[in-house]
């Protein structure tokens, strides 16, 4: 890759849609609760399936912001597939 050349980004998702509070507490408890009995989750979007399986560290970011009168709330996730970092156990 030449000095100037940036990596390709490859989008998979990009879906915004308007929810209820309720509606979107309810996916979020969705998307948990597959990561925490399946390590994945999978999105499904007309006829495209795609399966999201964070590795075991990830980089986590959050950031609230107001801007007039818009809010906006993001959190947003990182990770690498090939580095899994082994958890410390105390025994």
Do not use: C
């Amino acid at each position: 890759m030449e000095k100037d050349e940036k990596p390709v980004t490859q989008v998979l998702v990009k879906h915004k849609e308007t929810q209820s509070l309720l509606e979107f507490a309810a996916m979020l408890e969705s998307i948990a609760k597959k990561l925490k009995e399946d390590q994945k989750f999978i999105i499904t979007q007309g006829k495209e399936v795609v399966e999201i399986k964070p590795s075991n560290q990830l980089e986590v970011e959050i950031e609230y912001e107001i801007k007039r009168d818009k809010h906006s709330f993001e959190i947003e996730i990182d990770w690498y597939p090939d580095r899994d970092y082994p958890t410390m156990e105390i025994l």
